[in-house]
């Protein structure tokens, strides 16, 4: 089992001068869930689309995982908390579900990838995940 993010597109950001985005992949929920892997996946403004190729999950370190979507508030003084975009849960078996504030879009148009669009923190990013068996 392999899944890696292989595109992201902005269509609306949740702040006036663009949005830096990052990932986190956890394995277990709740408070039992641990951080498998964070990474940054950059920086967007509206209509910019990265295709990263990150590797997010290998399929080890639990039966699935749930990749979350942020927007860092680090380096925005007075702006509190980092925005929660949206959410993925991948299963060992390659299935996918949506989770909060994230609508599962089936396959891309070339068949490829699973699209899922999230639109928390009033953002509206299209995320492309390459699931492989």
């Known amino acids: 089992m392999k899944v890696t993010l292989q595109g992201m597109r902005c269509l609306k950001t ?16 709740g408070a039992n869930g641990r951080e498998l892997a964070r990474f940054e996946v950059g920086s967007f403004e509206v209509g910019k689309t ?3 190729g990150k590797l997010l999950w ?6 699935a995982v749930t990749i979350t ?3 860092s508030d680090e380096n925005e003084a007075g702006h509190g908390s980092d925005d ?9 078996d390659g299935s996918c579900k949506p989770g909060r504030a994230t609508l599962d879009e089936g396959n891309d148009e070339t068949k490829r990838y699973r699209q ?3 639109t928390g923190s009033a ?3 299209v995320v492309h995940l390459e699931v492989r068996t």
């Open 14 to 29: 949740t702040e006036s001068d663009g949005d830096e985005i990052y990932c986190v992949v956890t394995a277990g929920g």
């Open 50 to 52: 990265l295709h990263p």
């Open 58 to 63: 290998d399929g080890t370190g639990g039966p």
């Open 69 to 71: 979507v942020m927007e």
């Open 84 to 92: 929660f975009i949206g959410e993925i849960t991948v299963s060992a």
């Open 116 to 118: 899922f669009s999230m």
């Open 123 to 125: 953002a509206h990013y």
